[in-house]
């Protein structure tokens, strides 16, 4: 039976020139729209043959570039994006032959009418094929952020390695730009063998390995001018118990809980006399109370030279400010300072990546040259002394010097002044209309439980905290403090939860410790997980709109019947009470609550905003930077 290729959704978006979003419109719109055959709820696959005639009937189809099709007809024959993209690269390296004799004509073809590029330049546009199908498996530093970590280690004509290469884009992009050899590793053998054939079909210089790092060092007695990393986060079983004797270890055997101080030392073993490391990091190695010891002891003896905080947006992978720790081996007496430089504050002053980037690399590269980062902007010279107390605590924003903040303490005033009048101007216009008076005796209620016997609602949780599970390093935890403060999820790092659940947009989260019945309804979908000891309802639209539920679940009459009557802080979400109404009504009691949420929103932000008015006027005057007008 002939397999037939298989596309995504993003597949069809490219195909059609459009965005995923129109694909999902398409989806529901167009009951001939073919059906998934494979894949996932979440990620569908489509049969290609089937989505392209449907393009083609509907009008929607523009043209398909070569390689598209190629590496479609391709997964159709060998279903494994890696082990197909490793067939391609040992065909154009000469290694041998593709083993499906059309493809390979097909494959020959591609690469001649691509000219100049040849066998590297279409092994390139295939992996980026390849990039987009393995999924959550490949874990990529974006490019410019890449090319800056390489050009901080200051690799230049000189060797470097990659402990965690990945399909070696690093090791890719450092040896195009001029380094002698390149040497990587990288637990997974298939990604290994395609960062490997990466650099043989493009004719560059390096070596790699598969293997574990930690555990199996495949160059053991190798030292490097550079060492740059993007490793692996939040791994707890990285080989603590028996690498405990390591000579790796020169500031301290990394506890179990501390894997990224691991890698940190990993890297530091492998560098040259004067050579430098430049590792990207979660934000939690750089507070965590169980690696300050370790801290302590790279900054004493002048191991870790700089913390960079990078906008979200840098690594948008990630739901956390990732950070860029730079160490370099001493040739002389340590430093007494270390730099620590904020460029998730940078990136909010300009949209501009390009300039975040090209700026955090100056200062960063001064302050190595000379000592001084000549941009106190954003990055400021801390004395190690400083940094010495009972936390080690390396986050860059943590240490900003008194007044940084208010170096153009007009601008921003007069932004928060436009902002304010621009609020003040609409929160009238967004008080909501109040209900009309009803006559009628009230409608029967049903309680929570009835509602997920009936379909009408699923309960997720509570998480018990029982010690076990991993640590949550990727993506932001939402914690029953952060739902009790309406804040921003803010576990991580150091939360250590059994299971992974997504927070979905229309999710209700409710405590199950806590004063009185707190709930809140998810907005942002995707952005963090579940943390411990929480409830989370999720309503069937259809049948149960969200808002209605989350109005009347924090009413009095539901605080008294979900407390308990023995603590009066346990919450027990399954007894609350809602009214028992058509669709069509709760979509009306949602619209109100929803209304009224949106105008509390409103409000919270114009007290916010007249709060920082205040303060930015009091430091003004104090410090001189503002003067009285004659107006006031």
């Not at 004509?105 to 590297?120: H, Y």
């Not at 053991?220 to 270890?249: C, I, K, M, S």
């Not at 501009?352 to 000549?374: N, Q």
């Not at 997720?460 to 991993?470: A, F, N, S």
Request: glycine letters at 8%; proline letters at 8%; aromatic letters at 4%.
């Amino acid at each position: 039976m002939r397999r037939t290729a298989r596309v995504t959704a993003a597949d069809i978006a490219r195909i059609a020139g459009v965005g995923r979003a129109a694909v999902s419109n398409w989806r529901k719109r167009y009951e001939t729209f073919p059906a998934p055959v494979g894949g996932t709820a979440t990620s569908p696959q489509f049969d290609l043959e089937q989505v392209e005639r449907w393009l083609v009937e509907n009008e929607k189809l523009h043209a398909v570039p070569e390689e598209d099709l190629f590496w479609r007809n391709l997964l159709a024959a060998e279903s494994d994006p890696a082990e197909a993209l490793a067939l391609v690269g040992e065909h154009l390296s000469g290694k041998r032959p593709l083993p499906f004799p059309t493809l390979r004509l097909d494959l020959d073809a591609l690469a001649e009418r691509l000219g100049k590029g040849g066998p590297g330049g279409v092994f390139q546009q295939l992996w980026r094929r390849f990039a987009e199908q393995a999924g959550p498996r490949l874990v990529l530093t974006p490019e410019p952020l890449a090319a800056t970590m390489i050009n901080l280690a200051a690799v230049n004509g000189g060797t470097i390695l990659d402990p965690a290469c990945g399909t070696g884009q690093v090791l890719h992009t450092a040896a195009r730009g001029g380094a002698a050899q390149v040497y990587g590793q990288d637990i997974d053998a298939a990604l290994a063998r395609l960062a490997q054939l990466s650099l043989t079909v493009n004719e560059l210089p390096g070596e790699i390995r598969a293997g574990d790092s930690l555990r199996h060092d495949s160059f053991p007695e190798l030292t490097v001018d550079a060492v740059v990393a993007h490793p692996p986060f939040g791994l707890t079983n990285w080989g603590q118990e028996e690498l405990g004797a390591d000579h790796r270890w020169e500031f301290g055997v990394p506890p179990r809980t501390e894997p990224e101080l691991a890698w940190v030392q990993h890297a530091y073993a492998h560098l040259k006399p004067g050579g430098r490391a430049v590792l990207l990091m979660p934000p939690s190695a750089a507070g965590r109370r169980a690696g300050r010891r370790i801290r302590a002891d790279l900054l004493r003896r002048g191991a870790l030279r700089a913390v960079v905080a990078l906008p979200l947006r840098l690594t948008p992978s990630y739901a956390v400010n990732l950070q860029l720790w730079i160490l370099q081996r001493p040739t002389q007496t340590p430093a007494p300072n270390v730099l620590l430089a904020d460029a998730a504050a940078l990136g909010a002053e300009t949209s501009d990546d390009k300039e975040v980037l090209d700026r955090l690399e100056a200062a960063v590269s001064r302050f190595l040259k000379t000592g001084d980062p000549a941009d106190p902007s954003f990055a400021y010279v801390v004395p190690i002394i400083d940094l010495l107390d009972e936390e080690v605590d390396l986050a860059p924003a943590r240490h900003a010097p008194a007044g940084t903040a208010d170096v153009d303490i007009a601008r921003e005033l007069q932004a928060v002044h436009k902002m304010l009048a621009d609020l003040g101007t609409a929160l009238p216009r967004r008080l909501p209309v109040l209900p009309s008076v009803a006559e009628a005796a009230s409608p029967p209620t049903i309680s929570v439980t009835d509602l997920v016997r009936s379909g009408a609602l699923e309960i997720l949780g509570p998480i018990r905290d029982t010690g076990e599970g991993d640590f949550v390093t990727d993506v932001p935890v939402l914690t029953a403090k952060d739902v009790v403060l309406d804040r921003n999820a803010s576990g991580g790092g150091d939360e250590r939860i059994l299971q992974r659940i997504p927070l979905r947009d229309g999710d209700i989260v409710v405590p199950l410790v806590a004063r009185q019945m707190v709930a809140r309804m998810i907005t942002e979908p995707g952005a963090a997980v579940l943390g411990r000891n929480l409830y989370l309802l999720r309503p069937n639209p259809d049948v149960l709109d969200p808002w209605f539920l989350l109005g009347h679940l924090r009413t009095g009459a539901n605080e008294r019947l979900t407390g308990s009557s023995s603590s009066g802080l346990r919450i027990d979400a399954r007894k609350a009470q809602v009214p028992r109404i058509p669709i069509a009504e709760q979509r009306r009691h949602g619209t109100i609550f929803r209304g009224l949420h949106d105008f509390n929103d409103l409000a919270q932000q114009v007290a916010s905003l007249a709060a920082d008015m205040a303060r930015l006027t009091a430091e003004g005057l104090t410090s001189g930077r503002l003067r009285p007008t004659e107006e006031e």
